[in-house]
């Protein structure tokens, strides 16, 4: 059974969320403050954190900073701000997805089995008795223990930012539309998420490209999508 923290410190929020996820044959814990909520992150075995933005305390941003830092789990980041600018924060920070408030309980669940089927399959690849290597001049993406080395240097990458650069380093010179890359890394369908898209290609261009205003490696196509170039 997976086990799932919920840091929101709205109660009744909290609590639905709970119940919806209980319902569904999760294992819930909800802790309403940021500092506890990290602890409990931090020394505790959870599948998944659902994490709200606005907490007292510790915000959520350095919550996920902090878990982020030690930990490759899923986030979830809940917030009933819809500033653009804070969707895109918190991914940088390594939130996996960014739900904003109102949302319907079974949308939060549908998103949590995404997230969770999505990282356990990818635990169970790197079990291979073989490293499957993805190498692109001068790139080197060790799919097994999901490392990346840029011309011998090993480059630290988020669960989603491996995702998107494998992905696309697999299928060169192949343009992909934002949504078509949202369904394939997020396994959902973009509901206004493409920010979410943009911001990891941010990131990994800053991570594997000399030069981000002309790189070498992924192309903006403009008015369609991203391709790897080979």
């Given amino acids: 059974?997976?086990?799932?923290?919920?840091?929101?410190?709205?109660?009744?929020i909290a609590d639905l969320e709970k119940d919806y996820l209980e319902l569904?044959?999760?294992e819930v814990d909800i802790s309403n403050e940021g500092d506890e909520g990290l602890k409990k992150a931090?020394?505790?075995e959870y599948d998944l954190v659902v994490l709200d933005l606005m907490l007292p305390g510790m915000d959520g941003f350095e919550v996920c900073k902090n878990i982020r830092e030690k930990k490759d789990i899923p986030i979830l980041m809940v917030s009933a701000r819809k500033?653009?600018?804070d969707k895109i924060r918190g991914l940088g920070l390594g939130a996996d997805d960014y739900m904003t408030k109102p949302f319907s309980p079974s949308e939060l669940v549908a998103r949590v089995k995404a997230h969770l089927a999505r990282y356990e399959r990818l635990?169970?690849?790197?079990q291979k008795p073989e490293n499957d290597i993805v190498e692109i001049r001068g790139i080197r993406?060790?799919?097994t223990a999901r490392r990346v080395y840029v011309d011998g240097e090993e480059r630290i990458f988020t669960t989603k930012e491996f995702d998107?650069?494998?992905?696309?380093?697999e299928h060169p010179n192949h343009v992909y539309t934002k949504e078509e890359l949202f369904r394939e890394i997020w396994d959902m369908d973009s509901i206004g998420d493409i920010a979410t898209v943009t911001v990891h290609i941010k990131k990994i261009r800053e991570k594997i490209e000399e030069n981000t205003a002309k790189p070498e490696y992924i192309e903006t196509i403009w008015g369609?999508?991203?391709?790897f170039k080979i």
């Avoid at 635990?123 to 790197?126: D, T």
């Avoid at 369609?224 to 391709?227: L, N, P, S």
């Fill in 1 to 12: 059974m997976s086990k799932i923290l919920i840091i929101e410190d709205e109660g009744a």
């Fill in 24 to 26: 569904s044959g999760f």
């Fill in 42 to 44: 931090l020394a505790d």
């Fill in 83 to 85: 500033d653009d600018i």
């Fill in 123 to 126: 635990v169970g690849a790197s």
């Fill in 141 to 143: 993406i060790d799919k």
């Fill in 164 to 169: 998107l650069l494998t992905f696309l380093a």
């Fill in 224 to 227: 369609v999508g991203y391709r």
